[in-house]
């Protein structure tokens, strides 16, 4: 019972995300690259994109902290990693460089992929066999779960 | 410095509309709505958990974009490149990115801004200061497109 309508409540919210991505501009990468061209004719609109979910999202946090558990879980599941190490900052130097480069993060191009524009679909695709085969080769969850296991004792 | 096409109410509340998605994922399932985190791991599902709701929220995801192909076909753009190569190494560089560093925009610049994380700032700083840098280089080098 409570895990099907965890499952509703995860559903919905995919839909709303996507109507969000849509609506923002998040799923035109040309607005996207335009955004990151400050230098040229910048469009800030994002910005907003950003300033809107943050203002949501941080109320939600609030919220969250203040419960001893989710409505449709046992407990919250908060990330445990706190180091800023090379790690980090090299991953995100190269994903900025990815998304720089075709305008697409994860979430939108998972939206697009109903456009069937090849270069979309291609994109989504490595993608997808990128993450598989970097989960095989490092393990991302089970670096999380060891340092959860670590800040429980 | 010219601003064209600037939407910020469309972006505002597209941006609110995100941030109530990652809340409802937040308040309802007790996670964060990373979507590569979220992605990554429903590609590698472990026996003994209920990972359900991430087919359902990628689920949602993708049915939206459906309905927006069908509805508002225009707020799917394609990338401005026709390039297959570019657009695999895009995959790949976003794709080897994440997983390294634990994020992407909604993970490290909603999620865990919005919770105030150090490791989140930092994140989501040198990919937006990675991304100016390679617009830059894609003006300058040619194939702005």
């Known amino acids: 019972m409570t895990s099907s309508?965890?499952?509703?409540?995860?559903?919905?919210?995919?839909?709303?995300?996507?109507?969000?991505?849509?609506?923002?501009g998040m799923t035109k990468?040309?607005?996207?690259?335009?955004?990151?061209?400050?230098?040229?004719?910048?469009?800030?609109?994002?910005?907003?994109?950003?300033?809107?979910a943050i203002g949501v999202y941080a109320v939600a946090v609030a919220v969250a902290r203040r419960r001893a558990a989710p409505l449709y879980a046992t407990s919250f599941a908060w990330p445990t990693l706190s180091v800023i190490d090379a790690r980090l900052v090299v991953g995100?130097?190269?994903?900025?460089?990815?998304?720089?480069?075709?305008?697409f993060c994860p979430g939108p191009a998972i939206v697009s992929v109903a456009s069937l524009a090849p270069v979309t679909v291609v994109f989504f695709f490595t993608l997808a066999i990128t993450l598989l085969a970097m989960r095989r080769l490092l393990g991302g969850r089970d670096r999380e779960s060891e340092a959860s296991v670590r800040s429980a004792h | 410095m010219t601003l064209t096409n600037f939407t910020p109410l469309a972006?505002?509340?597209?941006?609110?509309?995100?941030?109530?998605?990652?809340?409802?994922?937040?308040?309802?399932?007790?996670?964060i709505a990373g979507i590569s985190g979220v992605f990554a791991s429903?590609?590698?599902?472990?026996?003994?958990e209920d990972g359900a709701w991430r087919l359902l929220f990628l689920g949602g995801l993708v049915v939206g974009g459906v309905l927006l192909s069908l509805f508002a076909p225009g707020t799917l753009g394609a990338p401005v490149t026709g390039s297959v190569g570019r657009a695999i190494a895009g995959g790949l560089l976003v794709g080897v990115g994440v997983e390294l560093g634990a994020g992407c925009t909604s993970g490290h610049g909603v999620c865990g801004i919005g919770r105030f994380s150090p490791r989140?700032?930092?994140?989501?700083?040198?990919?937006?200061?990675t991304g100016i840098l390679t617009v830059l280089a894609l003006h300058k080098f040619g194939g702005a497109s």
């Open chain 1, 5 to 24: 309508r965890r499952n509703a409540v995860a559903f919905a919210s995919g839909l709303l995300f996507a109507g969000g991505l849509g609506l923002s």
């Open chain 1, 29 to 52: 990468p040309a607005k996207v690259q335009a955004f990151l061209d400050v230098t040229g004719d910048w469009d800030p609109s994002l910005m907003l994109v950003m300033v809107g």
């Open chain 1, 92 to 103: 995100a130097a190269l994903f900025g460089v990815g998304w720089g480069l075709m305008g």
């Open chain 2, 11 to 31: 972006s505002l509340a597209g941006g609110v509309m995100i941030g109530l998605a990652a809340a409802m994922v937040l308040l309802g399932c007790g996670r």
């Open chain 2, 42 to 48: 429903a590609l590698t599902p472990r026996k003994g």
């Open chain 2, 120 to 129: 989140s700032v930092v994140a989501t700083m040198t990919f937006i200061a």
